[in-house]
């Protein structure tokens, strides 16, 4: 069973800044693309930023320069260090990863459960 756990969400002035992690579990064999996804109320969900297993990154106009996505591949992790956050960054945040593990013959798409981040004064 594979499991995505995120955790480092919370209540931030606007401004400040969050380390989000999200760390896969499970009988995984290798780990392609990873990313992170929000949903902010009343909208749909949109991509943050991803990373693919080379370190290669990608970014949502939105976030880019102040937000940066890595990984560590011996722990299955990934992070997302948020800085300069704003209000409008107040949503649901979601770790997604594309692995092979014992589950599935074929690379399949996980979610994790989503941590809150609210930007608010």
């Known amino acids: 069973q594979v499991q995505l756990v995120e955790s480092g969400g919370g209540l931030v002035q606007p401004g400040g800044s969050l380390r989000l992690s999200c760390a896969a579990s499970g009988s995984i064999f290798s780990i392609n693309a990873m990313g992170w996804y929000r949903q902010a109320p009343g909208k749909q969900r949109e991509s943050v930023a991803s990373i693919t297993s080379g370190g290669g990154t990608n970014y949502a106009d939105s976030v880019r320069g102040r937000f940066t996505i890595s990984r560590d591949n011996a722990k299955n992790t990934v992070y997302l260090q948020m800085n300069s956050l704003k209000p409008e960054d107040t949503a649901d945040y979601y770790c997604?990863?594309?692995?092979?593990?014992?589950?599935?013959?074929?690379?399949?798409?996980?979610w994790g459960q989503g941590t809150q981040v609210t930007v608010s004064s």
């Open positions: 997604n990863a594309v692995l092979l593990s014992r589950a599935r013959p074929y690379p399949y798409e996980y």
